[in-house]
């Protein structure tokens, strides 16, 4: 079979992110632990299999070959997705969560963590909603952590 070519597109903010699917399964990204920064790329990108050409296209870092999660220590303008800026990482324990956020509201994400967001919200009592974004993930040293955020605007 030969090559082609996958286009993810974010049409609500006009982002076009293009690659061979040969790249994408040749290249292996980078990894390390997080830094300033935390990147959750757009649904486009993820559907597309763009797993590894992230970071070829960005000045970013995995934080896990399958978390699909990524990291800098800069802000990076017009990336395609989510960007928020890390506020801290705590063991994924109950009270470790809970000293870490003020009240127990918080948006949760899971990416190559055990369980679903609503067995986790119930583990941890949480509610749904407001400005912390919680996710929970598998780090590249292979643990598993609660990544505590604060989501950047878009410029």
Known sequence: MSDYQIHAVDLSRNLHFSFFAEEEK???AQECAPLQYLYEPDASLLKAGAFNMIQKNYPLYKIHQHSHLYTSSEWIPNFQGRVFRIDGIVKPE???IHEAISGRQANLTIR????????LRKKWQL???GSRYLFA???QNEEKA????SKCPMR
């Open 112 to 119: 190559n963590f055990p369980g679903s967001v609503a067995q």
């Open 127 to 129: 509610k749904e909603g």
């Open 137 to 139: 993930t598998t780090l």
């Open 94 to 96: 109950i009270n470790k």
């Open 146 to 149: 609660v990544i505590i955020c």
């Open 26 to 28: 040749s290249y292996r």
